[in-house]
């Protein structure tokens, strides 16, 4: 049998805890919960477990190294009482019975893209981080053309792994290497090859999850119901998922990709109304367009970042029949394996090895803040030049748009929990990213990206005004409860739920109950728990 394998930390036969204590004057919670894991330490079946304190000298460290977003990265923002880092999963069901026993919340971080924080920040003060980056194995095996990771990894480890064995073989996940696979996959997972393949949660065929009662479960064991939660539904309402076996696809030996960019004086808002005809209902599955709608040098400015499964001259041949109108030229398009695809989509230097994408270090980090959009009918070419205009005065703000169709439009909206798929012309991201620091410059660039999100108003879907869980974005509604203990089902989730999930949240919420009815996992924007005297209002 072919596999490969490769794990950032070996297991190691001999326990250590390493504790170091907070001191206080009483005896706290917290002081409890590290007793409650020092008892419990006979059920560790090997591995290094760190717990760090405030008091320890490498906590601000360990904190930092994996928050993204650096508007929560300062002092203002809440901090935990402690970060777990398990490498056994023994490791995590401790913690999971000592945080139930101790009435405090867990907050899990794989790759910490969180784009609120919410995998490291919390309304509650008595939480903890629980950090998976030491489980990040990806085992290949090629003769089922499948491969298990887990949920510490990056997308990055994950594409390499598969590039290991295999110049033919890929799969459907995001285009920054350095996101986890735990919040990416169970969340949905998109990418550049979402029209010929779907979502990543189109092509998971199994998962490892420890639930609330520190059961380890497989979807054998789990059920159906779980399963399809934690596939699209963001796996850390339900428990910790250790895991994904997922379903590698075949791709061509060399694929071709392009980025071009085009000017207002290009015939702009005739382009850009055409891209919105052709990009989801005109061209091929194997062809993906993205458009990036930004301005500089005080002008509107648009480009196209493109992935198509096959050589150039079909490509070019294909463009100008369907798409003559971004005048694409052989010089245009770049012949490579579609491992070093990965790295052009991430805007590394031409030449770059592969294993860059084993680094977990981000090329660039910023203060950010996004939002999201779905797109059911083109925007008439007044309403572009309407939102150009706007995006010039407010000048920081980006729109990025993905296009749907292909398979994503042959999938039914309950298969998985993600409910986005036929009818949608693309997926809108808005962006705002800055250098100042505090919270008046934050405010400032947040209010940007709001304005442009409202005067996108009247061009995108309404009732619900639809909202992509990946793009993780708490103006569109909290549980205001979500950062307390034993919280429940309210109808503030429901107007979150809905945007995410639509009719599937109903679902969600009844599974939620049965699994985790005490509410457990949670947080500001978590699948709630309905107490039985309740019912669901949506």
Not at 47 to 72: A, E
Not at 262 to 285: C, G, M, S, W
Not at 433 to 448: C, V
Not at 480 to 492: K, L, P
Request: hydrophobic share 40%.
């Amino acid at each position: 049998m072919k596999t490969s394998g490769f794990a950032m930390l070996s297991s190691l036969v001999v326990v250590v805890v390493v504790v170091v204590s907070v001191t206080t004057t009483s005896y706290s919670a917290e002081d409890a919960f590290i007793k409650c894991i020092e008892n419990n330490s006979k059920l560790f079946n090997g591995g290094v477990f760190l717990l760090q304190t405030p008091s320890s000298p490498s906590f601000s460290s360990s904190l930092q190294t994996y928050i993204r977003n650096l508007r929560f990265n300062q002092s203002t923002a809440p901090k935990p009482t402690f970060i777990l880092t398990p490498s056994h999963v023994s490791h995590i069901q401790t913690s999971i019975i000592c945080a139930k026993s101790h009435r405090l919340q867990i907050k899990l971080r794989s790759g910490g893209h969180d784009f609120e924080g919410l995998s490291y920040v919390s309304d509650s003060p008595n939480f903890f981080i629980l950090d998976m980056f030491n489980l990040r194995s990806v085992n290949v095996t090629l003769e089922d053309e499948s491969a298990w990771v887990e949920a510490g990894a990056t997308l990055g480890e994950v594409f390499y792994g598969i590039a290991g064995i295999s110049n033919t073989h890929a799969f459907p996940a995001g285009v920054c290497p350095t996101v986890g696979v735990g919040g990416h996959v169970s969340s949905g997972g998109y990418g550049n090859l979402m029209r010929k393949f779907g979502l990543s949660v189109d092509n998971v065929v199994d998962a490892k999850i420890v639930d609330v009662k520190g059961r380890i479960l497989d979807r054998k064991s789990m059920g159906e119901d779980l399963f399809w939660a934690i596939t699209g539904g963001g796996g850390s309402s339900f428990g910790v998922v250790l895991s994904y076996k997922i379903k590698l696809v075949r791709v061509p030996n060399r694929v071709t990709v392009f980025s071009i960019f085009r000017t207002y004086d290009e015939n702009f808002t005739h382009l850009i109304h055409r891209y919105q005809k052709v990009a989801a209902d005109e061209l091929p599955e194997k062809l993906f367009i993205r458009l990036i709608l930004d301005v500089a040098n005080g002008k509107n400015r648009a480009r196209f970042v493109a992935l198509f499964l096959g050589n150039s001259e079909n490509l070019l041949s294909l463009m100008n029949r369907r798409f003559p109108e971004l005048g694409l030229k052989q010089k245009d398009c770049i012949k490579i394996r579609w491992i070093e695809s990965v790295l052009f989509w991430a805007d590394f230097p031409t030449g770059t090895p592969i294993t860059a994408l084993l680094s977990r270090v981000p090329q660039v980090l910023a203060h950010f803040k996004r939002k999201s959009d779905y797109l059911k009918k083109p925007i008439p070419k007044s309403g572009l030049e309407f939102i150009f205009k706007k995006m010039v005065e407010l000048k920081t703000p980006l729109l990025t748009f993905n296009p749907y169709g292909g398979r994503m439009a042959e999938i039914p909206p309950e298969a998985k929990p993600f409910p986005h798929r036929g009818g949608n012309i693309a997926k809108i991201q808005y962006a705002a990213n800055w250098d100042e620091k505090g919270i008046e410059a934050a405010n400032y660039y947040i209010n940007l990206t709001r304005m442009l999100y409202e005067y996108m108003t009247p061009y995108v879907s309404v009732n619900p005004r639809e909202a992509f869980l990946c793009y993780r974005d708490l103006d569109i509604g909290t549980n205001r409860n979500g950062g307390g203990n034993g919280s429940y089902y309210s109808e503030d989730a429901a107007v979150y739920g809905v945007k995410y999930f639509m009719d599937n949240f109903k679902r969600l919420v009844k599974i939620k109950t049965k699994f985790d009815p005490d509410n457990f996992f949670r947080d500001e924007q978590s699948i709630p728990s309905v107490r039985p005297e309740d019912e669901i209002k949506i």
